[in-house]
């Protein structure tokens, strides 16, 4: 082989996290020649940290309904394509411990670790050559195909896909690159925003939630129709837990979020029911045997000399409501970038080919991942999202 067939390659992926990596392994497979090109000194950097770890790698319940995108119907056909079944068996045929911990999240039961192991050799096996320590810097379209250029040297490519993420943690060396690549070929970009991420407070809710910090609560959060059922958790910044998470992905600056503390009871009901039932029991005691016992101070905080249930009337009973299940909170903000675990928007869908991934104005370059313009609920979707258009792209590539 001469020097200069060693910079020729058919596909040339870049970054190798789960997309990249996933796609490389299937255009390997098929016979390709494929450089995997990674920026940092190893691969797959978010997978190691994801899921405390231990990698929430699929999710049993994974479903179209599960991304967001402003073409909810373009997820469906790699998802259908590679299934949460096909990567479980993956990690099977490795012979990886898994468990589910909740709602269908698969996790490792050692570590993340074993899922790059996993990658890593699948890639070996199907003959990918990984450069580590190696990013791409500039793209350019040739009349056969692309010029990328790194560092190092100046690689020709038949077929590009780039797989290098979002912008959600940047100390991990998330950056815009496949932004900059879609504006190059004048792709439209869906507009940008953190998501899976935590809520700060304005200084006014964080004075009045100030005692809360650590404390968690099982809630209803919703954002108009939008509604989650899971943990939220007070931090000494604002808010966070997996329902905040969740409801983050859909939140836009300026909008309210409403949150039920008690969303298995009927407050007003039960008050009106122990009004009559035990007349001496006091508010304060009622409520603690459902509230976490500082959540329910902060609420009687709010009411001076509450008498005892038998003495309610209904307007303290509907006030009483009001300060536990519909607890309007208004966002000053998110923890941003730094913080959140997803990229919402993207690469505009509507420039890509569903089936493959492929640009349609540009034959041959692929986009895959989290640069993407689908963004998966918490609890193994975005891997799963990762693992299914990677393995499309690897097909046509
Ligand atoms: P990803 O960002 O993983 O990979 C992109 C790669 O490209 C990186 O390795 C980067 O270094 C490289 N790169 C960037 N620019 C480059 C360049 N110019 N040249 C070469 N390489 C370049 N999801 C889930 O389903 N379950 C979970 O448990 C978690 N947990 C979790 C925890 C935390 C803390 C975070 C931040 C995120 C998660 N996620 C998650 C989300 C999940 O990690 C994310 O959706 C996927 O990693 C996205 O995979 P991609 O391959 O698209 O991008």
Redesign the pocket.
Known sequence: MTSVDALKYDVVV????????MCAIEAGKRGRKVLL????QK?????L???GGR?????LLAAPEKFISDNPHFCKSALRQYTQSDFIALVEKHGIAFHEKKLGQL?CDESAKHIVKLLETECAEGGVTIWRG????MINKTDDGFSIY?GRQQIHSESLVI????L??PK????D??YRVARTFDLPLAPLRPG?VPFTFEPGDRERFADLTGVSADVKISIGKIQFRENLLFTHRGLSGPAILQISSFWQSGESIMIDFLPDIDLANLLKEKRQSQPKLKVSALLKEFLANRLAVAVLRNFDNLPEVGNLSNIIIQDLVKTIKLVKIIPSGTEGYAK???TVGGVSTAALYSKSMEVKSVPKLFF????VDVT?F?????????WSS?FVAGQYA
């Open positions: 870049v970054g190798a996290g789960a997309a990249g990596m090109l990674e920026k940092a691969c797959g950097q978010k997978i940290i994801s899921g990698c929430n790698f699929t999710n996790f190696s990013g791409a810097d790194t797989a290098t993420g979002g959600s943690i991990l060396g998330a950056n690159f496949a899976l959140a675990e997803v895959v991942g989290e640069a998966g918490l609890g193994g979707y975005n891997f799963q999202w990762a990677g």
